[in-house]
């Protein structure tokens, strides 16, 4: 039986899920732990608030490898058609799986009869595609402060946070 968590992790996921700004990423962590935000190893500092109100536990960057699905892992997620209303979770199921064996992430729509990018498709809450991402493990608050978000879209361009029960 899965118990319900206290703790939410926001991933900072780039728009594109083939960039890698891997690099990008670390320059904004060193960035951030000149600023007392975080420390070398990405753990909260005495300025955390500067990143998210009342504070967080650590910063890291995820690096699975390839492509993977960052979402809410508690409690699930509704998944639509970018052009139609209604749920489609079990044909993006079946796309999810394929797209882990190799396939393209293309969808096969039953409310509109098209094909769509997986990444394309309307998640709620926000979920995104990505090779890589900024995760704020443990937050206090679910959102980044505003100064926060224009450091993550000047040094990363577009993005998408997903907040994440673990």
Known sequence: MILPSHRLDLCIVPE???SYPR????ALIAHWAVRGIVNSAGWAESNANALVEGGFRRLRIDDPG?????????????VACPKREGNIVAAFRRALVASRKGEPRLLDCPACGNSHPLEALDYAPAAAFGRVCLVVSDVNDAHLTAEAVAEVSDRL????LV???V
């Open 16 to 18: 594109d899920p083939e």
């Open 23 to 26: 690099d990008a990423m670390a």
């Open 66 to 78: 390839r492509v993977v699905l960052y979402a809410n892992q508690m409690g699930g997620f509704r």
């Open 157 to 160: 361009g577009g993005w998408t």
């Open 163 to 165: 907040r994440r029960r």
